[in-house]
């Protein structure tokens, strides 16, 4: 999922930072995602920098994401949990999505 996002959003002209094991950022950096970080990373360090935060493998914690937005960014998960459901619900950046075939 991860991949699709990000040559969706390299296509449509927008840049893109992402996370991953260090056994795929050579790759990921060949898809255009810069800086490319460790799963672990410390969020200060990309404060305020993003209007999205697509959590593909669902496991960023909701501060850490908050941490990075721009103001009124948005954040998309899209592993559901019943935490993660109601937390959409209200007003904020939290987004969880679902989709079926």
């Known amino acids: ?3 699709a996002a990000v040559r969706f959003a ?3 002209g ?3 930072a992402g996370s991953c094991r260090d056994t795929a950022a050579g790759e990921a950096r060949e898809l255009g995602v810069e800086p490319v970080v460790e799963f672990g990373f410390d969020p200060a360090d990309l404060t ?3 209007d999205l935060v697509f959590d593909t493998p669902g496991v960023l914690p909701f501060a850490a994401a908050r941490m990075l937005l721009k103001p009124r ?5 899209i592993v559901p949990t ?10 904020g ?3 969880a999505m679902m989709a079926g075939r």
């Not at 960014?73 to 998960?77: A, L, S, V």
């Not at 019943?82 to 007003?91: C, F, W």
Request: aromatic share 6%.
């Open 10 to 12: 390299r296509a449509r």
């Open 73 to 77: 960014g948005t954040i998309i998960d």
């Open 82 to 91: 019943p935490a993660k459901m109601i937390r959409s619900t209200l007003p």
């Open 93 to 95: 950046p939290f987004r």
């Open 14 to 16: 927008a840049s893109v």
């Open 1 to 3: 999922m991860g991949r």
């Open 48 to 50: 305020g920098r993003f």
